[in-house]
């Protein structure tokens, strides 16, 4: 019922055309927010009564709308699923995925759309058993081999604690990355919350849509939409430029090209050159075409 008949495929610009069958070939970007940024974003939570994981929720779904204009959102999150007594010590793979649906507007402002957010992930959270499988099944999405269905992009959010490892005795601990070199959906978006309260986060994309440039790009894009957003919660989604300092002044370089131009309105100067070439052609549509004399006469 809460995802609705239809199941919408997300359409993010991307650099390649779409195989016909996903390779899972994949590649990672990380980004870390500022100490401000981090305690801004968890005092609004507060402020809320929400959680670190929703504001960044929704902030990622304003900026899916923004580059999809699609306001129809679907996003999956995966849940420990260790509801029960019994399987809380248990060792073993019990994860389960939500798909949590968005609705993105332009006149929605933070608070608003933050809102929506905490009551559709509460409301995904009070049905944590239901197999994704299963949900699959009885919504009979149209299904490909090269996307994901019901959701294409996802995001996970953790809060560790990794200062218990430098406790062990008689042991020296260290934490090694890892290049992702896979990716189960088009765009996933991996944060963590650290023992000292930094934020940091990875973008996991699928290196045979995207390029290495795109995804920098994107992710400048969210953090500049993050930071507006915290900054002033009551603006709204449409008054947001996504656009960094350095991409505004890039874009006012290429733009400068100035040129004198006639008194004369665009409408005129074509009616001038339609008088003194009537066979010029006018339009042009596949191979069919027509001159301004015919178009004239059909007019």
Partial sequence: ??????????????????PAVSSGQGAALSFSLSGTVSERLKQLAVETSTTPFMVLLAAFQALLYRYSGQSDLRI???????????????????????VLRGDCRDELNFLQLL???????????DHPDLPFEHLVELLQPQRSLNRNPLFQVMMNHQKRDLSVLKTLPGLAVERIGREADA??????LVTEEDENGSI???????????ESETMARLSRHFLSL???????PEQLLVNIGLLTAAERSQLNAWNATPRDYPANLVHQLISQQALI???????????????????????
């Avoid at 809102?115 to 959270?125: F, I, P």
């Avoid at 070439?277 to 004399?293: K, M, N």
């Fill in 200 to 210: 940091t986060g990875n973008w996991v994309y699928a290196a045979e849509l995207f």
């Fill in 1 to 18: 019922q809460q995802l609705g008949g239809e199941q919408p495929v997300l359409q993010l610009p991307v650099d390649h055309a779409r």
């Fill in 226 to 232: 993050l930071e507006q957003w915290l900054a002033q």
């Fill in 115 to 125: 809102a929506q957010v905490k009551q559709t992930v509460l409301g995904a959270q």
């Fill in 76 to 98: 999956g999150i995966p849940v420990a699923n260790r509801s029960r007594i019994e399987t809380e010590a248990v060792v073993g793979f019990f994860v389960n995925t939500l």
């Fill in 183 to 188: 990716a189960q959906f088009d765009l996933s």
């Fill in 277 to 299: 070439r009537p066979d010029a052609v006018a339009l042009a549509f596949g191979e069919q075409t027509l001159s301004y004399a015919e178009l004239e006469s059909r007019a």
